[in-house]
């Protein structure tokens, strides 16, 4: 069983940044997709970046170039770097994984992440 626990979420203003964190508990040496989604008021769940054990990554349209998924084994933390933030960022934000091989396809649909954090919610005001 993995356990990811969030945090890092805030308010900031547009234009401005945030770093969100997600501890992974019980890393093991399995090949994992892990990935960060979103999900507004009223609005269905997305994807937001993605990242395999080769860390191979892959961004929503909406945030590429902005935003900066990297993991750290040795710390057993999966980050979410947001820069240039808009007030369309709003959102709880969640991380995900579920088990694949090393170089892994990670999908953007959250139907095969078998393991999600509790969210941490990041709000951005014009």
């Known amino acids: 069983q993995v356990q990811l626990v969030e945090s890092g979420g805030g308010s900031v203003q547009a234009g401005g940044s945030l770093s969100l964190s997600c501890a992974v508990s019980r890393y093991t040496d399995k090949a994992y997709c892990m990935a960060w989604f979103r999900q507004a008021p009223g609005k269905e769940r997305e994807g937001v970046a993605t990242?395999?054990?080769?860390?191979?990554?892959s961004y929503a349209d909406s945030v590429k170039g902005r935003f900066t998924v990297t993991k750290d084994n040795a710390k057993n933390t999966l980050v979410l770097q947001m820069n240039s933030l808009k007030p369309e960022d709003t959102a709880m934000y969640y991380c995900?994984?579920?088990?694949?091989?090393?170089?892994?396809?990670?999908?953007?649909?959250?139907?095969?992440?078998?393991?999600w954090g509790q969210g941490t919610q990041v709000t951005v005001s014009s």
């Open positions: 990242i395999n054990s080769a860390r191979y990554t």
């Open positions: 995900a994984a579920h088990l694949g091989t090393y170089y892994s396809d990670c999908e953007m649909s959250p139907y095969p992440y078998k393991y």
